[in-house]
């Protein structure tokens, strides 16, 4: 049975709780992700999506530079062990529609990683290829 853990993206980048929404733009663009978790001292506080930095772009005359993360994120992310199985984290984004899971360190809350929907492509990619025989046909 596979875990989250073995599927996520390890070491994800992560930004802080006080940061700006223009810091977050900048690590997004840099590291192609859409997905940032959101920390303060070490701990998972929250999760910031691309979407939620178009939401507040939309909403006017808002300048990133002095808009906090702590403003536009989303408080109480999806979280998931480890060692949870991929299955039960796969159902739960479907029925919720959570682009993505935070993988967190049980005892000390501390990201480990990010499952995200490409992820599960990529897994998807890999395991129909199997499938039927073949390689990569791109």
Avoid at 31 to 52: C, E, F, T, Y
């Amino acid at each position: 049975m596979l875990t989250v853990g073995e599927c996520m993206t390890a070491t994800p980048q992560i930004i802080a709780f006080d940061q700006t929404l223009a810091e977050a733009s900048r690590l997004m663009g840099e590291h192609a992700v859409r997905h940032l978790p959101v920390v303060r001292d070490q701990r998972i506080v929250g999760v910031l999506s691309d979407r939620d930095i178009a939401i507040v772009e939309s909403l006017g005359p808002a300048r990133p530079q002095t808009i906090r993360v702590a403003e536009a994120m989303t408080p109480v992310p999806y979280c998931v062990p480890a060692n949870m199985p991929l299955e039960r984290v796969v159902q739960s984004m479907c029925h919720n529609k959570y682009g993505c899971a935070i993988v967190i360190d049980d005892q000390n809350q501390r990201v480990l990683g990010v499952f995200t929907v490409t992820d599960a492509l990529r897994l998807l990619d890999r395991l129909l290829g199997q499938s039927a025989g073949g390689g990569d046909e791109r």
